[in-house]
């Protein structure tokens, strides 16, 4: 496998946090959300499982569960769209 694409020097950034939220998953491949030092601003990212896994590891991820994937997404769109009403369906 080509991992050396993942080695990454961590020395000086110890304190840095990295965020993974899956999305989904499609054959042999998953979907995934990938953030830096806050879940707020993410690329979206497909992987094979095991390379996934494998990505995870080297940088300590922290996943996103559900229920804070959905409170990330309401701030996304009150961001986006303005404040919106409690009763407001995102």
């Known amino acids: 496998m080509a991992m050396e694409m993942f080695v990454?020097?961590?020395s000086a950034n110890d304190d840095v946090k990295y965020?993974?939220?899956v999305k989904g998953k499609r054959r042999n491949f998953i979907e995934f959300d990938f953030a830096?030092?806050?879940?707020?601003?993410?690329v979206e990212l497909v992987m094979p499982v095991d390379l996934f896994?494998?990505?995870c590891r080297r940088y300590r991820t922290i996943i996103i569960g559900r229920d804070d994937g959905e409170s990330i997404d309401v701030e996304r769109a009150q961001w986006r769209h303005?404040?919106?009403d409690p009763g407001d369906v995102v």
């Open 36 to 42: 830096i030092g806050s879940p707020d601003l993410a």
């Open 19 to 21: 965020f993974v939220r």
């Open 53 to 55: 896994e494998e990505f």
């Open 8 to 10: 990454r020097d961590n």
């Open 82 to 84: 303005g404040t919106l």
